[in-house]
């Protein structure tokens, strides 16, 4: 994580929101996206789901605690993620180059260069309640191999989102600390956590996500997100 300082740019966010960006690694922005254009998104994904139309990640396909053992055990076909969200709809295009969200992560991450990669969370998520599965502990950074960090991920919440509905939890500060690889289990989820001086899975925030409102994080920073347990689907856009 370099300290250099940051160019000031301008943009939708104030200077509290950029300090509290830089010391907690996330931040939490509300209705970037229009109504018209959530709906739009929504109206998407559900003509995708039913029925599901690939590219798509089954929850069995992750095996994580929650999912499915494979695809013939009961809820084996259940979608976890609608993959290459920006090629699969125009609609999803234009929320990724929204001029309001293009400048908030330019401020986030103090260039004018800005790039969007496809290669990871290039997605929408869609958890079901029936088969829903729980993600550990990780840092977002384990998906790519990029040299330098300076990578925002940006979760926008097509309806509210909160524990039950398997939100995403994190640890405020975390990005700063500096964890070996040692403190990872084999698929890079803190499978140890023996230092809770330095790391306390105790110590995580669930800030909650209404409707329309988008999570801006590091890609260092940690984070959990949950299993849904209630009756609704929730679907959210990360990119």
Same mark, same amino acid.
């Given at each position: 994580?370099?300290?250099?300082?940051?160019?000031?740019?301008?943009?939708?966010?104030?200077?509290?929101?950029?300090?509290?960006?830089?010391?907690?690694?996330?931040?939490?922005?509300?209705?970037?996206?229009?109504?018209?254009?959530?709906?739009?998104?929504? +109206?998407? /994904?559900?003509?995708? #789901?039913?029925?599901?139309?690939?590219?798509? *990640?089954?929850?069995?396909?992750?095996?994580? &605690? $929650?999912?499915?053992?494979?695809?013939?055990?009961?809820?084996?076909?259940?979608?976890?993620?609608?993959?290459?969200?920006?090629?699969?709809?125009?609609?999803?295009?234009?929320?990724?180059?929204?001029?309001?969200?293009?400048?908030?992560?330019?401020?986030?991450?103090?260039?004018?260069?800005?790039?969007?990669?496809?290669?990871?969370?290039?997605?929408?998520?869609?958890?079901?309640?029936?088969?829903?599965?729980?993600?550990?502990?990780?840092?977002?950074?384990?998906?790519?191999?990029?040299?330098?960090? +300076?990578? /925002?991920?940006?979760? #926008?919440?097509?309806?509210?989102?909160?524990? *039950?509905?398997?939100?995403?939890?994190?640890? &405020? $500060?975390?990005?700063?600390?500096?964890?070996?690889?040692?403190?990872?289990?084999?698929?890079?989820?803190?499978?140890?956590?023996?230092?809770?001086?330095?790391?306390?899975?105790?110590?995580?925030?669930?800030?909650?996500?209404?409707?329309?409102?988008?999570?801006?994080?590091?890609?260092?920073?940690?984070?959990?997100?949950?299993?849904?347990?209630?009756?609704?689907?929730?679907?959210?856009?990360?990119?």
């Amino acid at each position: 994580m370099s300290n250099l300082p940051k160019p000031i740019i301008a943009g939708p966010l104030t200077e509290i929101q950029l300090q509290q960006f830089m010391r907690d690694g996330y931040l939490i922005v509300r209705k970037l996206a229009s109504t018209a254009l959530c709906q739009r998104m929504i +109206e998407n /994904v559900e003509t995708s #789901l039913k029925p599901a139309l690939g590219p798509l *990640e089954y929850e069995s396909d992750v095996r994580y &605690p $929650g999912a499915p053992v494979n695809q013939s055990a009961p809820g084996g076909f259940t979608p976890r993620r609608l993959l290459n969200a920006y090629a699969r709809d125009a609609v999803f295009r234009q929320w990724a180059g929204a001029r309001d969200v293009v400048s908030a992560v330019k401020q986030l991450v103090g260039t004018d260069n800005l790039l969007l990669t496809q290669n990871h969370h290039n997605c929408i998520m869609t958890k079901m309640p029936e088969y829903s599965s729980k993600t550990g502990w990780h840092q977002d950074i384990r998906y790519w191999s990029f040299d330098r960090p +300076e990578l /925002v991920n940006v979760w #926008l919440a097509l309806g509210d989102e909160y524990s *039950e509905k398997g939100g995403m939890k994190f640890i &405020p $500060g975390s990005h700063k600390l500096e964890l070996d690889r040692g403190r990872f289990d084999a698929d890079l989820f803190a499978g140890r956590i023996d230092e809770a001086h330095l790391w306390d899975p105790n110590a995580f925030v669930d800030p909650g996500l209404l409707d329309r409102s988008t999570s801006c994080s590091y890609v260092s920073t940690k984070q959990e997100p949950g299993a849904n347990t209630e009756g609704s689907t929730t679907r959210v856009l990360p990119e």
